[in-house]
Every structure is written in C-alpha cells, then in structure tokens.
C-alpha cells in the first residue's frame, strides 16, 4: 500500500533507474491530471517528463480519444514498452493510463502503479508487470493506493472494500516470504477463497481499437470516466467528416466520446442525428478530450 504522492516519488525514482512504468488510474480526469502534473510541455509534439535531466516518454492512453489518435497512441504505447536486446542500455519509459489498459495493452512494466481497483481489473493490470516466463529481479513491484478525493467512481464502494481485503492478504503473503514476493500460485490460490467468490470474470475479448466511441467488451472493465459520454465530432473535424461520408470512405477515425456537458449547444444538420458537435478547445491529440480548455505550459 502508498499513497498518490508517494507513489510519484517512486515512479521518479524507477524511471531514473532506468526502468519501465505503468501506472493505472480509474477516471480519465485523473489520468489528464497527473498528465498535467508531470509533463515537460502540453504543446509539445511528444510528451516527455524530465528526469535528472533526461528528457523521458510519457505516454497517455484512455477511451476519450478520437478512434484514429486512440490507435496511435495505443501504438506508441506498446512500442515504448518494448524490452532492449542484449546488452543494451535500458530505455525508460512512463505510461499514464485508465482501465482500458486491462485488456488492449500488450505490454512489459518493470513498476505498476495503480489505483484500487475491483480484483478482477487489479489482477489484469498485475498482468502488465514483469510479463516474462522468467521474472526480472528488478521487476515486479506493484504499489496500490486509493485516491486522495476517496472517489470510488466509476466502481462501487463494496467492490473495493472487498480488493482492499484481497490486498491485504496479498500483502501478507508476502510479509511471510523470504524474498517479499507473492507467486502465481499462491494468488490463484487465495482468488479460491470463499471470501472472494463471485466475482466478475474478466472480459475475454475486446475490440476496444475498432469499434468506436463505445467498445466491445465488459462495460466495467471499459468504463474510465465518471460521467455519460455521447459520441461525437470536433468542430476542426466537421468538414472532412462531411466529406468522407460524401465519398463513401469511413468516417469511424473521427468520432470520439464526449461528455455530455461539453457537446455545443447546436449540432450540424450534416451530421448524422447521434453525433454532436465538441469544442476543439477541450481537445489535445496526445491526451484526448479535458473537461477543462487545453492551455499550453
């Protein structure tokens, strides 16, 4: 167990030695947030965060992209988290990302920082760590903590009583292991706890890359926000979105999840009568749509 600000300082740490990081949040503003906090410049082509001064990735991932950035973004993601062959230098790298990460991440983290989480998404995002049949032994630590304001959204307050209680034993478990670790085994062994019965299974497919503003897959494991979404178009991307579907071409690669509050008073009358019109001004192609204007640092 940590807390948020601890947990900063330990991802700063990692990744000036060298390491790779996932950290995992449940609501995009959040994400966005700790995007903002650690960030060199919001401008920039590339996100970076500056460590003794290295210039480092930063990568954001969550659902309120437009379908072609969110591919893009999950590209570069995966590719940032690619291990180093043999004998070379370790690149670090930090991804900052909401529970979509549970089922379309292919990736490796050296460190996983996470928010509390229902078990079942907990144990997906443990899955993102020290992903090798032969654990690294830099590799592998987890820190959980639950968020400064105590929100639960977009889960519910039993759920994570029940993963603080899993966490719990994890912990213990590992308290009574020489080497501080917990191994598969001994973690599909408490998941048979009837203390932990019932719980959800997670999804076993996802099309959360080609199917839109709204995913397939299990709703939960899905939602990032706290607050209904419709989808929609910027207002910069009316005009092409007019012009593809004019040609017959697809126009899926511009439609993005929007909250509800945010979409313009007044649609396009060219548009189809499910999508609104979204303020550019709310919208960073490398860290999807704010609730807040992007201003530049």
């Not at 499910?274 to 204007?293: I, Q, R, S």
């Amino acid at each position: 167990w940590t807390g948020r600000a601890s947990g900063i300082e330990t991802i700063h740490n990692a990744l000036a030695a060298g390491r790779k990081v996932l950290w995992v949040v449940n609501q995009v503003r959040r994400a966005q947030q700790a995007v903002t906090e650690l960030a060199d410049r919001l401008d920039a082509q590339e996100l970076t965060v500056t460590i003794d001064g290295r210039a480092i990735p930063l990568h954001c991932y969550h659902s309120r992209f437009r379908l072609n950035d969110r591919k893009d973004r999950h590209q570069e993601t995966v590719a940032a988290f690619r291990r180093e062959k043999p004998g070379e230098p370790s690149r670090p790298v930090l991804a900052i990302t909401t529970q979509v990460c549970e089922m379309s991440l292919d990736l490796d983290a050296d460190l996983l920082v996470t928010e509390l989480a229902p078990i079942t998404a907990l144990i997906q995002r443990m899955g993102r760590c020290n992903r090798v049949p032969a654990p690294r032994d830099s590799a592998g630590e987890v820190l959980i903590y639950r968020p400064d304001d105590n929100s639960d959204r977009p889960y519910d307050r039993p759920a994570l009583d029940s993963a603080k209680t899993f966490v719990d034993c994890l912990h213990e478990l590992a308290a009574t292991d020489p080497s501080g670790r917990v191994n598969q085994e001994q973690l599909e062994t408490l998941l048979e706890n009837d203390k932990f019965a019932g719980q959800p299974q997670a999804p076993k497919r996802c099309q959360f890359l080609e199917s839109g503003p709204y995913a397939e897959g299990d709703a939960d494991s899905l939602r990032d926000g706290d607050e209904f979404t419709i989808p929609g178009v910027l207002t910069r991307d009316v005009e092409k979105f007019v012009r593809l579907k004019a040609s017959g071409q697809p126009t899926d690669g511009l439609i993005l999840p929007v909250p509800k509050k945010h979409a313009l008073p007044q649609s396009d009358p060219r548009l189809p009568s499910y999508l609104c019109v979204a303020p550019d001004e709310h919208y960073h192609d490398l860290w999807g749509f704010c609730d807040e204007p992007v201003t530049s640092t």
